[in-house]
C-alpha cells in the first residue's frame, strides 16, 4: 500500500527528471526508491506503535477487571497498616532506584540529564501491578498467608494508581511553564 507521500514524492522526483535532464535515470530512481522505502517505513512503524497502544489498553483493561474481581475491602480494611507501610516501602525503593539512575545519567556523557522535576515524575509514572497479580496467583495453594499477601498487594497497587496519578499530575501542573520551556528548546 503506497501512502499519499510517496507517490507525491514519486511526482516530485520524475517531474525534476522530466524537467532537468542533469540527473541520470538510475540516479533518479535510487532517490525514488529511497524515498519510498523511508516513508513506508516510517508509517509501517507508526501503525505499530498504534496497535501496541492499543494492545496495552487492552491489556490495562483485563488487569483492572480482573484486580476488581478478587478486590475484598474487609481484607484491605483489616491489613490496612500493612498496606501503608509496603506502600512507604516501595515508595522509598523506586525514588532510591530511579535516583540512581538518574545519578548515573547525569555523569555520563552519552545520556540525558535528569533533574529532580524529571526524577519525580519517573519516580511517580510507576506501578501498575500486572506482575504483583500474576505471582500472586503462582503462590502455593494452603500458602498460610495468602489472604495477607492478596490484601497487601492489592491495596499497594490500589493505593499507588490513585495516589501517584494524583502527585503527578500536581507535578505536571505545577512545573508546566518548565516542562514547556524544555519542549521548546528541543525544537
Known amino acids: 500500500m503506497v501512502s499519499n507521500r510517496v507517490k507525491k514524492a514519486r511526482r516530485i522526483v520524475n517531474q525534476t527528471n522530466k524537467n532537468k535532464k542533469v540527473f541520470s535515470s538510475n540516479f533518479m530512481s535510487s532517490i525514488t526508491r529511497k524515498l ?25 483493561t483485563f488487569l483492572f477487571v480482573s484486580m476488581a474481581s478478587i478486590v475484598n475491602i474487609d481484607l484491605l480494611q483489616h491489613y490496612y497498616k500493612e498496606i501503608l507501610l509496603m506502600f512507604l516501602v516501595t515508595t522509598i ?16 556523557a552519552k545520556m540525558t540529564d535528569i533533574g529532580i522535576r524529571w526524577w519525580s515524575v519517573l519516580l511517580f509514572a510507576g506501578i501498575k501491578g500486572g506482575l504483583s497479580i500474576v505471582m500472586l496467583q503462582m503462590l502455593p495453594e494452603g500458602f498460610k498467608y495468602q489472604e495477607m499477601f492478596d490484601a497487601i498487594v492489592i491495596g499497594v497497587i490500589l493505593l499507588s ?3 501517584y ?8 501542573i505545577g512545573n508546566k511553564r518548565s516542562f514547556n520551556k524544555e519542549v521548546r528548546n528541543e525544537h
Open 36 to 60: 519510498t522505502t523511508d516513508i513506508s517505513h516510517i508509517e509501517r512503524h507508526k501503525q505499530n506503535l498504534n496497535y501496541i497502544s492499543v494492545l496495552a489498553l487492552i491489556a490495562n
Open 93 to 108: 525503593i523506586r525514588a532510591f532506584m530511579i535516583g540512581s539512575f538518574a545519578i548515573v545519567s547525569n555523569f555520563t
Open 161 to 163: 494508581t490513585f495516589s
Open 165 to 172: 496519578a494524583l502527585i503527578l499530575v500536581g507535578i505536571i
